[in-house]
C-alpha cells in the first residue's frame, strides 16, 4: 500500500522542458515519487483529490537568513541610513547581536513555517548571531527540522566584533555542524537540514579567516556560502587593502568550487563573473532585498552559469521573489523573460542536491525524485500548457494558491492550513520573543 496518492492532477514542470499533463495520478512511498500516470489502480493510506489543481515542484529560497525571522516591523531607535553600510551598522549588525538561543530558535520556526505556507520546500541559510555562536546551527536545524523544511545553514565567519576570535568560532562552529550532520547520518538518521561553510562578506573576514575557511571546507567536504560585492564597498575594499579582484582573492584560497554560493555579486566585473563560472559556482541574486538596501539591480543576469534566487532573509515567498525579480529586471531594459527565471528558481534544487552530496534528485515531479511538491489552487484564465507555463508562473500564480505543501514525502501544509496544531501558538510565542528581543536590540550600540 502507498503512503499517498495524488489523483487527477495537472503536473506542470517548472524546469525546462516546461511540460503540463492534465488528468494524472502520482503516487509518494516512504519520501520518493514512485509512480506518475493516469488512472492509477492503487490502494494508498491517504488520498489527495487533484481535481482542478496543478502540482509543481517545491520552490527553493537558494539565500535566507533565518536570523531575520523576528525582524518583521521591528521598532528601535536607529541613527542615519544613507548608506549600505550605515544600514547593516544601525538595523542587521544589532539584530544579530541580539541574539541567544531561544530567540535564534523561534526565527527558525517561523521561518520554516512562512516558508512552507508559501509553497517553498528548501531554504538555504546564512546565520549570524555573535553573542551566540557555539551550537548555533544546531539550534537552526532543529527548527527547521520540526516543521520539516529542507535545507542547509552555516555561520557567517566575520572579524566585525571581535577581530581573529570571531573568526575562530564562526569557523569552528561550521566545522560543529558540519560533523554532527555526518554523525547523525552515520548513525542512520535522515537529515533534514545539511551544513556549508559561511562567511558574511570579504571585507570582514582577514586573509588568514578566508584560509581558515578554505581548511574548513576541505575538511568536512562541503562548499562555501558567501556574500560578494553586495554593494560597491566590498569590491573598494578588496582593492584597497588587498590589491585584487573579489573573486581573485577568494580563488586564492580555494573557495570557489562546484559547492561554493557566492550571493548578490551586484558589483562584480565580467571578468569575476567569468572566474566564477569557471570553477562552477552557484550564485545566488536576491531582487527584493537589493532593491530595500538601494545598491543597485545586478544587470548581468544573462552572464551567470549556475543563477539561483534568494530572498536575503526577506521571508520565504519565491513567488513573490520572482515576479519582483522579474519585473525590476525588465524595468533595467533586460533582455530575460518568464522561463529565463523560473529556470533559476527551480535551479536551486541543483544547488541543495549538491549540499547533500548529490544523494537524490530534486526538482522535477519524476519518478524517483524526492517527494519536495506543492499543490496550487490556481484557476487558469486563460489555456495553460506546456509552451506558456513559465508566464502563468509569474503573471498568475502565487502563495496564496498554495493549497498543500509536502517535503520528504510528508504533508505539512493542506488545504491552506498547517498540519501542526501547535502553529498559532509558535506564533504567538514568537511574537512574544520578539518583542523581547526589540528592547534588547534597542540597547545595543552601533
Known sequence: MADLLIKNVRIMQTEPPFEVKESMDVVVDGSFIT????????????TIDGSGKTLIPGNVCAH???????????????????????VLKEWWWRLDRGLREESTYYSSLICSLDAIASGTTSCVDHHASPCYIEGSLSTIAKGMEEIGVRGSTCFEVTDRNRGMAEVEDGVNENI??????????????????EATIGGHAPFTIPDDGLKMMGDAMEKTGRGMHIHVAEASYDSVWSHHFY??????RLDS???LTPKSLIVHGVHLSESEIALINERDCFFAVNPRSNMNNNIG????????????????GCGGNMFEEIKIGFFKHKDETGPWWPANFLEALNRGNRLVESQFGNRFKLGRIEEGYKADIVLLDYNNPTPLVSANAPGHFVWGMSSGHVNTTIVN???????????RRDAEAIYRRAAEIAGELWKEVDKIRP
Open 35 to 46: 509512480r506518475i500516470g493516469k488512472n492509477l489502480d492503487v490502494e494508498a493510506k491517504e
Open 64 to 86: 535566507h537568513h533565518y536570523y531575520s525571522g523576528l525582524s518583521r516591523g521591528m521598532l528601535i531607535s536607529a541613527g542615519p541610513q544613507t548608506d549600505f553600510i550605515q
Open 176 to 193: 560543529r555542524f558540519a560533523e554532527e550532520v555526518d554523525r547523525r547520518r552515520a548513525n542512520g538518521e535522515e537529515v533534514l537540514c
Open 243 to 248: 590589491g585584487k579582484d573579489l573573486a581573485v
Open 253 to 255: 584560497f580555494g573557495l
Open 297 to 312: 539591480c545586478n544587470t548581468k543576469l544573462p552572464m551567470i552559469k549556475n543563477l539561483c534566487l534568494g530572498t536575503d
Open 409 to 419: 514525502g510528508k504533508v505539512l501544509f493542506r488545504d491552506h492550513k498547517f498540519v
